[in-house]
């Protein structure tokens, strides 16, 4: 099972929308709003790394209203 975080930036007034939207897509575990340099924090969690991008890439990155995002792939040591 890979997992990834995501950072999310979001337009102004358009916070509640998105996570609405974020929470339909397919792998997507929890998402938190939280403060600071980022808006939203998505863990997605997949059998595969393609699975995951695809959810990132086809579906958050697509969301309208989401301004950019960060992604940090879960290395397991």
């Keep these: 099972m890979e997992t990834v975080y995501v950072l999310v930036n979001v337009e102004s007034g358009s916070l509640e929308n998105v996570v ?7 792998n997507v575990k929890d998402i938190a709003v939280v403060t600071g340099a980022y808006d939203i924090l998505v863990r997605i969690e997949g059998e595969y790394i393609t699975d995951i991008l695809t959810t990132i890439v086809r579906g958050i990155r697509q969301i309208q209203g989401v301004n950019s995002t960060e992604t940090l792939v879960v290395v397991n040591i």
Aim: proline share 0%; no cysteine.
């Design 20 to 26: 609405k939207k974020m929470k339909a897509l397919e």
